[in-house]
């Protein structure tokens, strides 16, 4: 897809459909020539990684496909711009539910919430060729459809792990305050690489379900 179709589609990414922000950069509302509906994902090119986040995501979200896992319909690279259309949701992400006040949710759709998150991890870990570590879920990055399906979007971090040998993980593993504090310890390197997958998840998964419990009116 051209630049200008995705400014058209934006309304020459107008205020009026500012969805919100993210690691590296904007995300508009916008609608295909077709009346497709989507989110379109534009990267701030000025900010170190954003390039290497937008070829990770692609790569990642053409490769899987889950229910519970935000799909990429096209993309747009230019030496200058570069942008992710995605499926749209309309109903944004979960963080707004918990923490805005103007929305609650009643603790069947919490569940509900976690089992699909929980879907999502164990298709990323176990049901592709290759063990994927998604390493920033967050609520943030978990958005909802009309119908409250929760889908988890955001793979500008993620990382495919091959094979199952120790390796050192010496990038971030996600935002601080979500990654599992023993992850920046030293002596992590020497602990097999499995082990680390699973304290990441654990823990990030922990946090999450800690997250959905305390907040959202409950």
């Known amino acids: 897809m051209s630049y200008r179709e995705i400014s058209h589609a934006t ?6 459909n500012f969805l919100g922000s993210g690691s590296f950069g904007l995300v508009y509302k916008g609608i295909l020539a077709d009346g ?25 979200l053409r490769q899987i496909r889950h229910r519970n896992l935000v799909k990429v319909i096209v993309s747009c690279c230019n030496e200058d711009f570069k942008a992710l259309v995605l499926q749209y949701m309309p109903l944004g992400s979960l963080e707004v539910f918990l923490h805005s006040g103007a929305h609650h949710l009643n603790l069947f759709q919490r569940l ?27 609520s943030r990055n978990v958005l909802l459809d009309e119908s409250m399906t929760a889908y988890i979007g955001d793979f500008g971090n993620a990382k495919f792990i091959v094979g199952h040998k120790s390796s050192t993980l010496t990038t971030t ?10 992850l920046s310890l030293n002596f992590i390197n020497f602990v097999s690489l499995d082990v680390r997958v ?9 946090n999450a379900l800690l997250e959905r419990l305390r907040k959202g009116g409950g």
């Open 11 to 16: 309304s020459n990414f107008s205020d009026a």
């Open 36 to 60: 497709t509906t989507v989110a379109v994902k534009v990267l701030n090119l000025s900010f170190e990684g954003a390039s290497k986040s937008f070829d990770i995501e692609c790569t990642m």
């Open 112 to 138: 509900d919430i976690m089992i699909d998150v929980a879907c999502a991890l164990e298709y990323l870990h176990h049901g592709y060729s290759e063990t994927i570590l998604h390493c920033d879920l967050k």
């Open 173 to 182: 593993l996600g935002t601080m305050g979500y990654i599992a504090p023993v």
């Open 198 to 206: 699973c304290v990441c998840t654990v823990f990030l998964f922990n």
